[in-house]
């Protein structure tokens, strides 16, 4: 993760990703096919993974606290 401010194009990135099915799985079952994925590509190879954990201070896999 970086410690550079959002920008509005970071805001508009992580909207793709909390909308994306795949990360939307893996926040929501903490495990499986899905969620190993985007633990291993979400900081080197996804720009809307790396934009929410820069917006919302987490990796797009870690649950969204209630």
């Known amino acids: 993760m ?3 401010d959002a920008t509005s ?3 508009a990135l992580a909207r793709v990703c909390a909308v994306c099915p795949v990360c939307h ?3 929501k079952t903490q495990r499986g096919v899905m969620f190993e994925f985007v633990k291993k590509v979400e900081d080197r190879l996804c ?3 790396a934009a929410y954990a820069r917006v919302h201070g987490r ?3 870690e ?3 209630r």
């Open 9 to 11: 194009l970071d805001r």
């Open 25 to 27: 799985h893996a926040r």
């Open 63 to 65: 649950p969204t606290p």
């Open 47 to 49: 720009p809307f993974c």
């Open 2 to 4: 970086t410690t550079r």
């Open 59 to 61: 990796k797009p896999h």
